[in-house]
């Protein structure tokens, strides 16, 4: 495991600041920082010299597999009055983080976005959740 005493490692995630708290880090992952001599080692190629894009396979696949970046978290529910709207509330709750949230209102067919303090850091877990409460169908990161 990456965690002992002096190892360096590199967490992504975002971080939660809510009054009357400390502040505290949402992991989303974990990874052993490279050492000097791995940096060294790092073969770059024209494109990334002229474009500083580094030509790394790790790190590229790493990046790329980010499939949560840039994204919003699309639910579909009857209407924010029903036990669909107070399930989902309480599976985001868990999840507070920097992603929008949007809701289809199915009923009149509208769209409303959620206040941030309702974002979420999104992750395979809770878009699992979310999926048993409200049905596959009804969840959508896009």
């Given at each position: 495991m990456f965690l002992n005493d002096d190892n360096a490692v590199i967490i992504r995630g975002t971080l939660n600041?809510?009054?009357?708290?400390?502040?505290?880090?949402?992991c989303d992952t974990i990874d052993k920082a490279r050492s000097n001599d791995e940096c060294k080692n790092i073969s770059l190629?024209?494109?990334?010299?002229?474009?500083?894009?580094?030509?790394n396979s790790e790190y590229n696949?790493?990046?790329?597999?980010?499939k949560f970046r840039f994204t919003a978290?699309?639910?579909k529910i009857d209407d924010l009055n029903t036990d669909q709207y107070y399930r989902a509330k309480r599976v985001l709750d868990i999840f507070e983080g920097n992603t929008?949230?949007?809701?289809y209102l199915?009923?009149?067919k509208r769209q409303v976005k959620a206040p941030s303090s309702m974002w979420v850091s999104?992750?395979?877990?809770?878009i699992k959740e979310l999926k048993y409460q409200l049905g596959?169908?009804?969840?959508v990161t896009k």
């Amino acid at each position: 495991m990456f965690l002992n005493d002096d190892n360096a490692v590199i967490i992504r995630g975002t971080l939660n600041f809510k009054e009357n708290e400390e502040p505290k880090i949402l992991c989303d992952t974990i990874d052993k920082a490279r050492s000097n001599d791995e940096c060294k080692n790092i073969s770059l190629n024209k494109s990334s010299v002229d474009g500083g894009v580094q030509n790394n396979s790790e790190y590229n696949q790493r990046n790329n597999s980010d499939k949560f970046r840039f994204t919003a978290l699309y639910i579909k529910i009857d209407d924010l009055n029903t036990d669909q709207y107070y399930r989902a509330k309480r599976v985001l709750d868990i999840f507070e983080g920097n992603t929008p949230v949007i809701f289809y209102l199915a009923n009149s067919k509208r769209q409303v976005k959620a206040p941030s303090s309702m974002w979420v850091s999104l992750n395979d877990v809770m878009i699992k959740e979310l999926k048993y409460q409200l049905g596959e169908e009804n969840i959508v990161t896009k």
